[in-house]
């Protein structure tokens, strides 16, 4: 099965607290980069995390036109880096670009 995602680029870390249900997910380069964010926004967690110890880690590689972020209420896609500087767009635009490229075909 084929995906459609960029070999390089952003990656999701995701870190899982013993008995917290939700994870903390880092938006990053690589493992290290995600480290150093998770050790600069350790003090600013809920005291659940703080009292908790991380007893998991994955990491998801975005898929293109499928995964999505929300940002202060406005939803993002991910279009890659090679369309947009942080790689991602918010849908509006992803949506208006789509329907442009299907009308060139």
Known sequence: MDYPVEKLGIRFYNYYFH????????????????????????????????????VGETIVI????????????????WVGESKSKSGWLPEDEYRRQLQMSKRKQ
């Open 62 to 77: 975005p898929l293109l036109g499928v995964s999505e972020k929300i940002v202060k209420g406005v939803k993002y896609i």
């Open 19 to 54: 008995e917290v249900e939700k994870p903390i997910t880092i938006e990053a380069r690589n493992k290290q980069e995600a480290r150093l964010i998770m050790k600069d926004i350790a003090d600013k967690l809920s005291d659940k995390y703080k009292e908790s110890k991380i």
